[in-house]
């Protein structure tokens, strides 16, 4: 396996992200969707991963109060297994602009299983369901949370 690093996406990545979101998922985010994710803004982590400088995987996160929204996380299917969507969520929680969240959400299809399982893993408890939330299957998404520590230094309470 090739050296695996994680960096930010900038604008300039568009082309590598919108293959990596053809390749990966069935219904792909439009271009203009994908523009949007890339753009500067601080209330937005846009992460890609590379395997010797070949993009295979990325990761868009939303900062809302003290709230992360998971909104993207995708991995080419033949570098899934590999620690690669360990690594992009991992780089998501020590991003700065991570500093002081106190939980991360996400939706997920309630078909992906194994995508349940990696977000369990990793501290994801299921907290609710929205049903037909996909507009492309009308399938029901599950909704899913994980509680962050507190800063050091400061009471939970």
């Not at 399982?117 to 994801?124: I, L, S």
């Amino acid at each position: 396996m090739n050296p695996l690093s994680i960096r930010e996406a900038r604008p300039s990545d568009l082309a590598a992200v919108e293959l990596l979101e053809h390749a990966i998922f069935p219904h792909p985010w439009t271009r203009g969707m994908l523009v949007e994710e890339l753009r500067d803004d601080p209330q937005r982590i846009a992460l890609l991963a590379l395997e010797a400088e070949t993009p295979v995987g990325f990761a868009f996160c939303w900062r809302v109060a003290d709230e992360l929204h998971l909104i993207n996380l995708g991995v080419l299917p033949d570098h899934r297994r590999r620690g690669v969507a360990q690594a992009i969520f991992d780089g998501i929680l020590a991003h700065p602009r991570a500093a002081g969240a106190a939980i991360v959400t996400l939706e997920v299809r309630s078909t992906n299983l194994a995508a349940q399982r990696f977000y369990q893993k990793n501290g994801f408890r299921e907290i609710a369901l929205r049903p037909r939330y996909y507009p492309d299957t009308r399938e029901d998404a599950v909704i899913m949370l994980m509680a962050l520590p507190a800063p050091r230094g400061e009471d939970p309470e």
